[in-house]
């Protein structure tokens, strides 16, 4: 590959960045009803407006391109395109991705596009969601209207962000809708028919002959077992099968692992949902290239006493929670001294990015690989002037992406890295305090955007990487 072909580019979400939450036909998605109604939404902020990007798209892949950058990710709000999830498509909403699409082009910039970023709609949401089987037709079904309308000009995608993470989050944590608590049994259910919708969705591109490339994003979660851990063989196999294996295999070698389905059935987790046919599907579903979303990993040791039990922390420093996890007879994430935490709670640990680059090359072998997310949430003040000097996502990027470039020394293949964010925008439950942007928002002055000082940070390194 040559440099000039190495994508380098920042990342945003559809629910997280568009706004106009119920304008020009959009239907109703599961965060809206969320973020309006729920109790659970503790920092009661809403995407209904969020940074406005449905409005300022010009200005911002303008200045995407104006910060050295050759690529977009984004993702496609399902209710915009179907507002019922199934059936009736919404002309307008598709008018409003081909002008973004048409932008990205029209300044060389690739889109690399996501189909679904955790907002499903509501109308689906209401039938059971990713619990209920019928998600992967209605998934298929999505995916064919967007490879028709789009994928003439979009020759990247990506069938679903972070199936693991969504499915935790909503499951176990319970902190995302439906808002299910230590449910295991819907939490692999969940990410099974995430597996297979993503896999129906590559088969349906197949079927299109559109001459571009489909993958899936997973969060790494590069699992290590702290020192004087009891059974270390045991409970990094467990934490592998929770965290990683399924959705892998799965998208990578088109199967389910080996020892998962004995492993559930050992633990009383329920299974009968799947199927013989299956097999058929996933086999057929094979992604062309795995996206990597990198930020931390999992850093665990022996539980065998006590319950089972979760923390998250969604109100940062104004709160005393912590991250992380126990489960009975497993396992329980801790907490290694040597390592800083952001103040959610987030272990900061730029080497588990060659850990996990490493580790996938010598399961998968060499799978073409992008880091579709790396970035750094925190508190933020501009200085007189109006900008942001964020010196500490800076040296924290830097220390990942130095990792990503020991990696490709080694040969690993990564075609591409995604900061995330392209601007500040909504953080899930967290609301608009944690911010990411490569770009301040001012959310008090009509969305107004002023380039960080990581912006130039950013672009100085893609041109230092292009000589
Ligand atoms: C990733 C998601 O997990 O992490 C993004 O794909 C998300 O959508 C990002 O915003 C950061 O997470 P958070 O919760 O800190 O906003």
Sequence with gaps: ??????????????????????????????????????????????????????????????????????????????????????????????????RVIDCCLENGVVPNVTLFHYDLPQALAAQSGWANREIVEAFAEYAEVCFKAFGDRVKLWVTINEPKYYAYCSNIVGNYPPNHKLDFDRYFKTLYHEALASAKAVAVYRKLHQDGRIGIVHDSSNVEVAPQTKHPQRIRMIADLFYNKLILDCAIKGELPGALLPWLNENGIDTSYVRFEDSLTLAEGKVDFLGLNVYNRFYITDYSEGETEVFHNNRGAGSAAKEGIRIKNWYETTIDPSTKRNLWGREIYPRCMLNTLREIRERYGDIDIYITENGHGCYETPDENGVVQDDERIEMMQGYIDYMFRAMEEGCPVRGYYAWSTMDLYSWVNGYEKRYGLVRVDFEDNCRRIPKKSYGWYKQLIEDFQK
């Design 1 to 98: 590959m040559q440099k000039s072909e190495f994508l380098w580019g920042s990342a945003t979400a559809s629910y997280q960045c568009e706004g106009a939450w119920n304008l020009d036909g959009k239907g109703v998605g599961e965060w809206d009803v969320f973020s309006h109604e729920s109790p659970l939404n503790i920092n009661g902020a809403t995407g209904d407006v969020s940074c406005d990007f449905y409005h300022h798209y010009q200005e911002d892949i303008q200045m995407l391109k104006a910060g050295g950058q050759n690529s977009y990710r984004f993702s496609l709000s399902w209710c915009r395109i179907l507002p019922e999830g199934r059936g009736r498509v919404n002309e307008e909403g598709i008018a409003f991705y081909n």
